[in-house]
């Protein structure tokens, strides 16, 4: 017996010794790709794809299902391992804590996005394993394609995930840096992810194999998105094969994911984001090809795998794309046929990160004809067309809501990182470039050492919460679990109205004052030509990019996260809707920005200087509002309430308190002692409608505007019973500035003025008549053709996608 133990204890040190070893050798998957650990049993997994297809082509689709079940290529590495199966990746994604974002997302979609984590069934969990047998079942000619888009395409973004998760682990603990490279699959998951997705004996270029890598050969080579003929390969899988690269790279760095090295940690993340973009696109492809060959089955069964990923776009997007092709069969829906697709998949690739024209070039293919007529770069956001490329500060809002998302399922860890190291505000690369996006998050956003350009609010703030990040706190402790937040649903609303209406609010407050600041230093012969117009920005800052293009933001109010949103939510309940059922304030805001974006142009800093405070102002209104409608909404709640109203009120009065305390210290004191409490407190106990007349002075007080107008009054409590005014209170009357033009919703003529302004020695010069008529023309055939008076089915899918001339002034002060 003795010489039997040691004889196994013997053969065992030298299967662990082999292990070892085989772990720290690379697998050469062709294309000048070479792994660093040895990852060959998620290569092989291509080959049970292969045997699959096999099984399927003889019409024996129990033995293929058997494959899928029980594996046979894929050769764990450990000593006396099993085969790897591919329904052994679905069971992993199933049981890992925490569950990665992609997968989350999934989930959130399928349940419709009426999703708590703490009870999931097994039939939502192990939905991958599911639609893989009943795909086997009931079409197994579509067997292969339903592994590739449910099973290893999920596994592929749950890999790289999980590798961010592990670098992060290592950062946090305080680990050598030689400790950074065990982890799943070695470097961070990425060799794992690129053995996956190439797959064993793939020839580059080819898609005439069984891995990921072919599928999104197939679909470039059948929506004709190379780069050039030259390039045999898929954008895709050229980009992926870099951002490997890259990666591997980064993390053979002797202090990768180590506290010597925090910013590796960022980077990463960075790189998982691009690659999760990347791969999203052939997903797309293969809906809309499906579609355009009107394969019924095929169409639901990317329905299943992509619909539920758009949960974090845009909802009403969502919702449409659901009804359509997830609670309908596509073979048996008989209005699809008239579904306006083509309408929504530039919105939809935008929130992936891309224009649709990435997606395929044949106009002919349904959802691509709309992709010239919908600029990426310059969206119009609410009715309000950009001159500059500001569709990715636009897109600051899909991080609010994604970082909402997440932390409402309880992913805090995963919220963190997308808050901390961004996921939808891209730096624009040079067109045809391979190079991998970088991002601006909210985090940069939060302690940018350029809000101090925004005197004196930024110094209203700062001194109010004595901390100059104060945001960014608030943002991290309650991700972090060290705030008196405790319920998810309250999580997610205080990182959410934190990041909203506090630092992005903060943040286009900035760019107004900039915008101010160019035009006092601006050369009075050259003007203001900045790459990126501060007005613009400050509008892509306040309305966001899930409000769409229709004037006054969406129909759907669950669609924006800013400032436009929040007014549209009160404004029916308030009293303060226009005709055409959004709120005043966004149509005074609308004229205010356009009008700030000609005075800029034409020069006219005093102007502009008092129009930006006036956008401050009118801002506030509907914060404000949603402040009244909170009081109501909490007072009869217990002091130790989970509900999410109670951190909203606190988010979304610490937005507009500060402002308050700067002109009425009595009342924000008030206000403050009210709605910041502490776990415990008591909730709205002096009633609603007292409070509420608090807010109302308040507002008052700090804008000078008349109460009853724009805050309107709510059920039976009215926020302006009693208030007093300290000043003009006229609208329009700013404190110590000159009176603002009365602003009603059809009243372009303020805009227009500012247009053609130009100051110049004290004198309003106006040259080159034909030059001026022709913007006014531009401007009245937006207002009366294109956007105003046109019922809303027979609005243009997009506004042109060519912006208005700029206005700038030649060295004789012409217009030219």
Same mark, same amino acid.
């Given at each position: 017996?003795?010489?039997?133990?040691?004889?196994t204890?013997?053969?065992?040190?030298?299967?662990?010794?082999?292990?070892?070893?085989?772990d720290n050798e690379?697998?050469n #998957?062709?294309?000048?790709v070479v792994?660093?650990?040895?990852?060959?049993?998620?290569?092989?997994?291509?080959?049970?794809?292969?045997?699959?297809?096999?099984w399927?082509?003889?019409?024996?689709?129990?033995?293929?299902?058997?494959?899928?079940?029980?594996?046979?290529?894929?050769?764990?590495?450990?000593?006396?391992?099993?085969?790897?199966?591919?329904?052994?990746?679905?069971?992993e994604?199933?049981a890992?804590?925490?569950?990665?974002? /992609?997968?989350?997302?999934?989930?959130y979609?399928?349940?419709h996005?009426?999703?708590?984590?703490?009870?999931?069934d097994?039939?939502?969990?192990s939905?991958?394993?599911?639609q893989?047998?009943?795909?086997?079942?009931?079409h197994?000619?579509?067997?292969v394609?339903?592994?590739?888009?449910l099973?290893?395409?999920?596994?592929?973004t749950?890999?790289?995930?999980?590798?961010?998760?592990?670098?992060?682990? *290592?950062?946090l =603990?305080?680990?050598?840096?030689?400790?950074?490279?065990?982890?799943?699959g070695?470097?961070?998951?990425?060799?794992?992810?690129?053995a996956?997705?190439?797959?064993?004996?793939?020839?580059?270029?080819a898609?005439?194999?069984?891995?990921?890598?072919?599928?999104?050969?197939?679909?470039?080579?059948?929506?004709?998105?190379?780069?050039?003929?030259?390039?045999?390969?898929?954008?895709?899988?050229?980009?992926?094969k870099?951002?490997?690269?890259?990666?591997?790279?980064?993390?053979?760095?002797?202090?990768?994911?180590?506290?010597?090295?925090?910013?590796?940690?960022?980077?990463?993340?960075?790189l998982?984001m691009?690659?999760?973009?990347?791969?999203s696109?052939? #997903?797309?492809?293969?809906?809309?090809?499906?579609?355009?060959?009107q394969?019924?089955?095929?169409?639901?069964?990317?329905?299943?795998?992509?619909?539920?990923?758009?949960?974090?776009?845009?909802p009403?997007?969502?919702?449409?794309?659901?009804?359509?092709?997830?609670?309908?069969?596509?073979?048996?829906?008989?209005?699809?046929?008239?579904?306006?697709?083509?309408?929504?998949?530039?919105?939809?690739?935008?929130?992936?990160?891309?224009?649709?024209?990435?997606?395929?070039?044949d106009?002919?293919?349904?959802? #691509?004809?709309?992709?010239?007529?919908?600029?990426?770069?310059?969206?119009?956001?609410?009715?309000?067309?950009?001159?500059?490329?500001?569709?990715?500060v636009?897109?600051?809002?899909?991080?609010?809501?994604?970082?909402?998302?997440?932390?409402?399922?309880?992913?805090?860890?995963?919220?963190?990182?997308?808050?901390?190291?961004?996921?939808?505000?891209?730096?624009?690369?040079?067109?045809?470039?391979?190079d991998p996006?970088?991002?601006v998050? #909210?985090?940069?956003?939060a302690i940018?050492?350029?809000?101090?350009?925004?005197?004196?609010?930024f110094?209203?703030?700062?001194?109010?919460h004595n901390?100059?990040?104060?945001?960014?706190?608030?943002?991290r402790?309650?991700?972090?679990?060290?705030?008196?937040?405790?319920?998810?649903q309250?999580?997610?609303?205080?990182?959410?109205?934190?990041?909203?209406?506090q630092?992005?609010?903060?943040?286009?407050?900035?760019?107004?004052?900039?915008? %101010?600041?160019?035009?006092r230093e601006?050369?009075?012969?050259?003007?203001?030509?900045?790459?990126?117009?501060?007005?613009?920005?400050?509008?892509?800052?306040?309305?966001?990019?899930?409000?769409?293009?229709?004037?006054?933001?969406?129909?759907?109010?669950?669609?924006?996260q800013?400032?436009?949103?929040?007014?549209n939510?009160h404004?029916?309940?308030?009293?303060?809707?226009?005709?055409?059922?959004?709120?005043?304030? %966004?149509?005074?805001?609308?004229?205010?920005l356009? =009008?700030?974006?000609?005075?800029?142009?034409?020069?006219?800093?005093?102007?502009?200087?008092q129009?930006t405070?006036?956008?401050?102002?009118?801002?506030m209104?509907g914060?404000?509002?949603?402040?009244?409608?909170?009081?109501v909404?909490?007072?009869?709640?217990?002091?130790?309430?989970t509900?999410k109203?109670? =951190?909203e =009120?606190?988010?979304?009065t610490?937005?507009i308190l500060?402002?308050?305390?700067?002109?009425s210290?009595?009342?924000?004191g008030?206000? /403050?002692?009210?709605m910041?409490?502490?776990?415990?407190?008591?909730?709205?106990?002096?009633?609603?409608?007292?409070?509420?007349?608090?807010?109302?002075?308040?507002?008052?007080d700090?804008?000078?505007?008349?109460?009853?107008?724009?805050?309107?009054?709510i059920?039976?409590?009215?926020?302006?019973?009693g208030?007093?005014?300290?000043g003009?209170?006229?609208?329009?009357?700013?404190?110590?500035?000159?009176?603002?033009?009365?602003?009603?919703?059809t009243?372009w003529g303020?805009?227009?003025?500012?247009?053609?302004?130009?100051v110049?020695?004290?004198?309003l010069l106006?040259? *080159?008549?034909?030059?001026?008529?022709?913007?006014?023309?531009?401007?009245?055939?937006?207002?009366?053709?294109?956007?105003?008076?046109?019922?809303?089915?027979?609005?243009?899918?997009?506004?042109?996608?060519n912006?208005?001339?700029r206005l700038?002034r030649?060295?004789?002060?012409?217009?030219?």
């Amino acid at each position: 017996c003795a010489v039997v133990a040691q004889t196994t204890t013997t053969t065992t040190t030298t299967q662990q010794q082999r292990q070892l070893q085989d772990d720290n050798e690379g697998i050469n #998957l062709g294309g000048s790709v070479v792994t660093r650990t040895n990852v060959q049993r998620f290569a092989d997994l291509s080959q049970d794809v292969a045997e699959i297809r096999r099984w399927v082509l003889q019409q024996q689709p129990a033995e293929a299902l058997r494959v899928y079940q029980q594996g046979h290529h894929a050769q764990q590495v450990e000593p006396g391992g099993v085969p790897l199966s591919l329904s052994h990746l679905a069971d992993e994604l199933v049981a890992a804590h925490p569950k990665t974002p /992609s997968f989350l997302f999934h989930l959130y979609g399928q349940a419709h996005r009426q999703l708590n984590v703490a009870f999931l069934d097994s039939n939502q969990l192990s939905y991958v394993n599911h639609q893989v047998q009943q795909t086997l079942t009931n079409h197994p000619e579509f067997a292969v394609e339903a592994v590739w888009i449910l099973n290893t395409w999920m596994y592929a973004t749950h890999l790289l995930f999980q590798g961010v998760l592990h670098c992060r682990q *290592n950062v946090l =603990a305080d680990l050598p840096s030689s400790s950074s490279s065990s982890d799943v699959g070695g470097m961070a998951g990425w060799d794992a992810f690129i053995a996956l997705w190439i797959g064993s004996g793939q020839q580059p270029g080819a898609s005439n194999g069984d891995s990921l890598y072919a599928w999104a050969q197939l679909q470039a080579e059948a929506m004709g998105t190379f780069q050039s003929s030259s390039s045999p390969e898929a954008p895709v899988n050229t980009r992926l094969k870099l951002l490997y690269q890259e990666a591997v790279t980064l993390l053979s760095a002797q202090n990768s994911c180590s506290t010597e090295n925090e910013a590796s940690l960022g980077r990463l993340w960075q790189l998982v984001m691009n690659a999760v973009s990347e791969m999203s696109k052939p #997903l797309f492809q293969g809906f809309l090809r499906a579609i355009h060959n009107q394969q019924g089955p095929l169409v639901d069964l990317y329905a299943t795998a992509l619909v539920p990923q758009l949960s974090k776009c845009r909802p009403s997007l969502y919702k449409t794309m659901h009804e359509e092709f997830v609670a309908k069969s596509y073979s048996t829906n008989p209005n699809i046929d008239n579904f306006p697709l083509d309408t929504l998949i530039p919105d939809l690739a935008f929130c992936f990160g891309y224009s649709c024209e990435e997606l395929g070039r044949d106009t002919s293919v349904t959802g #691509l004809s709309s992709c010239e007529e919908f600029d990426v770069f310059r969206p119009t956001m609410a009715g309000y067309i950009p001159q500059t490329e500001v569709g990715n500060v636009a897109a600051a809002d899909l991080d609010v809501y994604q970082i909402q998302i997440l932390a409402s399922l309880n992913s805090n860890i995963f919220a963190e990182l997308l808050y901390m190291n961004g996921a939808n505000i891209a730096k624009y690369r040079d067109p045809g470039t391979n190079d991998p996006l970088d991002y601006v998050s #909210l985090h940069d956003i939060a302690i940018s050492g350029e809000r101090s350009s925004a005197q004196p609010y930024f110094d209203i703030y700062v001194d109010y919460h004595n901390e100059k990040d104060y945001g960014d706190k608030v943002v991290r402790q309650a991700l972090g679990g060290s705030s008196k937040w405790a319920a998810s649903q309250q999580v997610a609303a205080i990182v959410g109205t934190t990041a909203a209406y506090q630092i992005l609010f903060l943040e286009a407050i900035t760019k107004l004052k900039i915008a %101010v600041q160019e035009c006092r230093e601006a050369d009075p012969v050259i003007g203001v030509n900045p790459t990126l117009n501060p007005i613009d920005e400050a509008a892509a800052l306040l309305i966001g990019s899930m409000e769409g293009a229709k004037l006054g933001g969406s129909s759907d109010l669950e669609d924006g996260q800013l400032i436009y949103n929040i007014a549209n939510r009160h404004a029916f309940q308030f009293n303060t809707i226009n005709t055409e059922l959004y709120a005043n304030s %966004v149509g005074v805001l609308e004229d205010l920005l356009f =009008a700030a974006r000609g005075e800029l142009d034409g020069l006219a800093c005093s102007r502009l200087e008092q129009t930006t405070e006036d956008i401050l102002r009118y801002s506030m209104v509907g914060i404000t509002q949603a402040c009244v409608q909170l009081t109501v909404n909490n007072e009869q709640l217990g002091s130790y309430s989970t509900a999410k109203g109670l =951190a909203e =009120a606190e988010g979304l009065t610490l937005a507009i308190l500060p402002l308050i305390d700067n002109v009425s210290p009595s009342i924000a004191g008030q206000i /403050s002692d009210i709605m910041i409490r502490d776990a415990g407190d008591e909730t709205v106990d002096n009633g609603a409608a007292w409070v509420a007349q608090l807010f109302g002075q308040g507002f008052t007080d700090a804008t000078n505007l008349q109460c009853h107008k724009n805050l309107g009054s709510i059920q039976s409590v009215d926020p302006c019973n009693g208030v007093a005014c300290t000043g003009d209170c006229n609208d329009g009357s700013g404190s110590g500035g000159p009176r603002l033009a009365d602003h009603d919703n059809t009243t372009w003529g303020a805009a227009i003025a500012a247009v053609l302004l130009l100051v110049g020695g004290g004198l309003l010069l106006y040259r *080159n008549r034909e030059f001026t008529r022709d913007i006014r023309e531009y401007l009245e055939d937006r207002r009366n053709e294109n956007i105003r008076d046109r019922p809303a089915e027979n609005l243009p899918k997009y506004p042109p996608r060519n912006p208005p001339p700029r206005l700038k002034r030649s060295k004789n002060n012409d217009i030219v």
